[in-house]
């Protein structure tokens, strides 16, 4: 992800990679809980990290889907019903596709756009457009969601 997310208090409990991956089916799992298409959440899964949340990325993204430590926070406070916990793979799939659901819910369900602000961050494609790096990105998304039973 290594992108702009709303702002976000200092967050105490940022993810914590660890030597854990996770298969697709716990990703679409956690998607349909709610209510994201598996095969988004998949494809963005296997795009960000592989499925392995030992990743942090050079923009100290961090885990299976590579969320930021300011995301997380927002996240923890704007999104999640119970504590996330910082050092579970399972509990940074299901923060990013809590991010990834209220971003499709943003953009009225558009999936390419939501991928995109998950990269980039909404009020970034919303002001710049798509950056080449995202467009990129959400090109590869696309074609990964077919792997995964997408359109």
Do not use: C
Not at 7 to 35: C, F
């Amino acid at each position: 992800m290594g992108r702009a997310a709303p702002s976000a208090p200092a967050v105490p409990d940022a993810p914590k990679p660890t030597n854990e991956r996770v298969s697709p089916l716990e990703v679409s799992r956690l998607a349909v809980s709610h209510g994201v298409p598996a095969s988004l959440a998949d494809a963005i899964a296997r795009q960000e990290s592989g499925f392995n949340n030992a990743l942090v990325s050079s923009a100290d993204a961090r885990g299976v889907m590579q969320i930021l430590p300011g995301t997380w926070g927002w996240i923890q406070s704007n999104l999640a019903r119970l504590p996330l916990a910082a050092a579970s793979a399972e509990s940074n799939v299901h923060a990013g596709v809590m991010y990834l659901g209220h971003l499709l819910r943003d953009t009225g369900g558009n999936q390419a756009e939501a991928t995109a602000a998950y990269y980039q961050g909404l009020s970034s494609v919303r002001r710049e457009g798509l950056l080449p790096q995202t467009r990129r990105y959400v090109a590869d998304v696309m074609a990964l969601r077919r792997l995964y039973g997408g359109p």
